[in-house]
T-cell receptor
Framework: KAGVTQTPRYLIKTRGQQVTLSCSPI?????VSWYQQTPGQGLQFLFE???????NKGNFPGRFSGRQFSNSRSEMNVSTLELGDSALYLC??????????????????FGEGSWLTVV | QKEVEQNSGPLSVPEGAIASLNCTYS??????FFWYRQYSGKSPELIMF??SNGDKEDGRFTAQLNKASQYVSLLIRDSQPSDSATYLC??????????WGAGTKLIIKP
């Protein structure tokens, strides 16, 4: 069973440009979450999608956006890149994240991440 | 605000000893609890999840959950240098979103 696939793995952009990152979840997983992680920092939640709907959004500016397609694949976009956007962007998938449920279905699995460097 | 707290460490443990990692959470309605391991420069990987009070064992790893006291811990028996990593605790509260701790850096000394 294939894991979560993220592309591209590494990229370098200049300030002011925009970037689109792609994520293919594990087959059968309908929930996709995105995280930002900077060196020495914890996981910062960006947003979560389920069945093409954004269910949760973290505290990031509007320059960060995402979407999910009918096949559960997801993309995130960062516009007007800033130096501080340099980070590891992680995508994670799960069957679902149920409200208040005790369920293995809530378990999320991460892709290898996309390393973004803004110069 | 829902929070998950972990000691950032580093926690230094001799090889072969038991490493004990702790995590407390604020949302009493939380139902699912997860431990992930993250090596430097890599993505987090699932170690185990737990959702019932008590202990859950998987090989050298044991997760302990105490909902009354709102803490979850991870014990690593017979610690190996390859266990050196950052360990992340995640909690699933009632709004579809996982809440993450900042992680504890564990160093196993040969």
């Amino acid at each position: 069973k294939a894991g979560v696939t993220q592309t591209p793995r590494y990229l370098i952009k200049t300030r002011g440009q925009q970037v689109t990152l792609s994520c293919s979840p594990i087959s059968g997983h309908r929930s996709v979450s995105w995280y930002q992680q900077t060196p020495g920092q914890g996981l910062q939640f960006l947003f979560e999608y389920f069945s093409e709907t954004q269910r949760n959004k973290g505290n990031f500016p509007g320059r960060f956006s995402g979407r999910q397609f009918s096949n559960s694949r997801s993309e995130m976009n960062v516009s007007t890149l800033e130096l501080g956007d340099s980070a590891l962007y992680l995508c994670a998938s799960s069957r679902t994240i149920d409200r208040g449920a005790s369920s293995a279905g809530n378990t999320i699995y991460f892709g290898e991440g996309s390393w973004l460097t803004v110069v | 605000q829902k929070e998950v707290e972990q000691n950032s460490g580093p926690l230094s443990v001799p090889e072969g000893a038991i490493a004990s990692l702790n995590c407390t959470y604020s949302d009493r309605g939380s139902q699912s609890f997860f431990w992930y391991r993250q090596y430097s420069g890599k993505s987090p990987e699932l170690i185990m999840f737990i959702y019932s009070n008590g202990d859950k064992e998987d090989g050298r790893f044991t997760a302990q959950l105490n909902k009354a006291s709102q803490y979850v811990s991870l014990l690593i028996r017979d610690s190996q240098p390859s266990d050196s990593a950052t360990y992340l605790c995640a909690v699933s509260p009632s709004n579809y979103q996982l809440i993450w701790g900042a992680g504890t850096k564990l160093i196993i000394k040969p």
